[in-house]
């Protein structure tokens, strides 16, 4: 979810592109926490966020991605679109073996279905 805008500089005589003062933000679906969509922290061998896509039964409406920063924020995203009727079906994000990755790792994903009481 983009929580802010870039600013661009802009030529006061041509309005043209001149340079960008401020990137885009990017935060959590659900809690709006500040993802950084480039962090290059774990050298690209894993994303720095969650993301589903979510397709719907309307062939005219577009798949929709969003990103999440914990299993605990993607599963509130879950439960309020249980009862959605358009939805066709769901794709979750790929599971993590590195323990360096807080929030993101297997483990997390189980502790939530634990403390969710669906394991």
Known sequence: MKI????????????SYLKQT????????TCK???DMEDD?????????LTITIFY?????????????????MFKKLKTLKNKK????ISL??????????DKYRGDLFKCLNLKGLS
Request: glycine share 2%; with cysteine; proline share 5%.
């Open 4 to 15: 802010k805008e870039s600013v661009i500089e802009r030529c006061k005589k041509c309005s």
């Open 22 to 29: 401020s990137p885009e933000i990017y935060g959590c679906d």
């Open 33 to 35: 926490k500040e993802i």
């Open 41 to 49: 922290k774990y050298k690209n061998k894993v994303c720095p966020y």
């Open 57 to 73: 039964n309307n062939r005219d409406e577009d798949a929709e991605d969003m990103q999440f920063c914990s299993w605990k924020c």
């Open 86 to 89: 358009d939805i066709d079906f």
């Open 93 to 102: 994000p790929c599971l993590s073996f590195d323990r360096d990755i807080n």
